[in-house]
């Protein structure tokens, strides 16, 4: 990556300005549309504004759209409605989110959901999982039951967060948004601004790095965070997470057990409201992320390549971009993080994801939204 004067990478310069920058040196989307994009695109289907998908082991997916809707899709096929879905707070940034398969699924059928559930004038998202049976009467979620809910619910339809991931130790871990609240991110009496790790039931494992305070302190695994809206495991197990920042400032952080990532005390961005937060520091008792953007990107996703079909990928992270309009690549090295790529397309992308078969998938944000299919150009 071309090297950037100090005073044009420090944080505090406008976006307007390091945009043109990056796109000079190529780095930045301007840049990006020059590149030859290493893939072919083609269209597979469309949604009304998804959120989420899941792919089962035959290739087929499941995906969430925010009203409420879940669809099993199938390449080449239309997609049919699956019934048996909660009810949905759908308002603002709530609705429908993630979706994801039990460790076990080939075996059990169950799935897990994410979504924004009301009570009263408050919100919070919700975790709940149900077996996927299908007959002749079509596909259904049975025996749904919730084993996780944000705590406390609080007024506002924004950052619920509530990314799913189950790690190889086979414990479920959810990205919960701190509902654009603050300082309940550096609150250990709640679960908001969190990575929480739960047993596939909901219920805490003893070895969680604060198992031993009860309540929902115990489900906490990493806290600081402000809207994680993507989690994922590379080969070795690491967890890594995705993070829309404040006004500039989106983050890609490795999560350890107990970590503080600092949300609000320190970010590389600033308030909305022009407001100044401290930059990372060595010292400042805070995590910082292994790569960060200014200007923003909005992250939506996160995805670490495990197929083999772009060979040149494997073990890198990829990341969907809503106002970056883009597919991010980042190189990912261990615990190194570079930035890699960032292919413009044109559209908000909500969802990227692989399928069995090592393809990459695009979901792109909003109504009438595309699947989108990524095949090596050869």
């Not at 149900?130 to 025996?143: F, S, T």
């Not at 600081?224 to 590379?234: A, M, V």
């Not at 090295?333 to 930035?339: H, I, M, W």
Request: charged share 20%.
């Amino acid at each position: 990556m071309p090297r950037i004067a100090p005073q044009l990478a420090a944080r505090r310069v406008s976006a307007a300005a390091l945009a043109l920058v990056l796109a000079a040196c190529g780095t930045g989307p301007a840049g990006a549309q020059q590149a030859d994009m290493p893939f072919t695109l083609s269209e597979a289907g469309q949604f009304n504004e998804p959120w989420a998908m899941a792919f089962l082991p035959d290739g087929r997916a499941l995906v969430t759209e925010k009203s409420g809707q879940l669809k099993l899709w199938r390449e080449g096929a239309a997609a049919t409605l699956v019934t048996g879905v909660p009810t949905v707070s759908y308002a603002g940034q709530g609705g429908l989110g993630d979706v994801a398969l039990h460790p076990d699924f080939a075996r059990n059928k169950i799935v897990y959901l994410s979504w924004a559930e009301a009570e009263g004038d408050v919100k919070g998202a919700a975790v709940g999982r149900a077996k996927l049976v299908e007959d002749k009467n079509g596909a259904r979620l049975d025996g749904l039951e919730i084993i996780w809910r944000q705590s406390p619910k609080v007024t506002g339809n924004g950052h619920f967060g509530h990314r799913l991931a189950f790690g190889p130790d086979g414990k479920l871990y959810i990205a919960s948004g701190e509902r654009q609240k603050f300082d309940p991110a550096q609150d250990l009496s709640t679960n908001l601004g969190k990575v929480v790790r739960v047993n596939d039931n909901g219920s805490v494992p003893a070895d969680n790095p604060m198992a031993d305070k009860g309540g929902v302190t115990a489900q906490i695994y990493a806290y600081g965070l402000r809207n994680p809206l993507g989690l994922d495991f590379d080969a070795a197990g690491r967890l890594w997470e995705m993070e829309m920042g404040p006004r500039h400032g989106d983050e890609l952080n490795l999560v350890t057990p107990g970590a503080n990532f600092g949300y609000p005390k320190v970010s590389n961005g600033d308030h909305y409201d022009g407001r100044d937060i401290p930059d990372h520091a060595p010292g400042d008792g805070y995590v910082a992320p292994k790569v960060f953007w200014v200007p923003a990107i909005s992250p939506s996703s996160l995805m670490i390549y495990k197929g083999k079909r772009f060979a040149n990928w494997t073990g890198d992270a990829f990341i969907g971009a809503l106002s970056g309009k883009a597919l991010v690549h980042v190189n990912l090295d261990g615990e190194t993080a570079t930035k890699a790529n960032q292919w413009p397309m044109e559209k908000r992308i909500r969802e990227v994801d692989q399928s069995p078969d090592g393809h990459v998938w695009l979901l792109e944000d909003g109504p009438n939204a595309r699947l989108l299919k990524l095949t090596p150009k050869k």
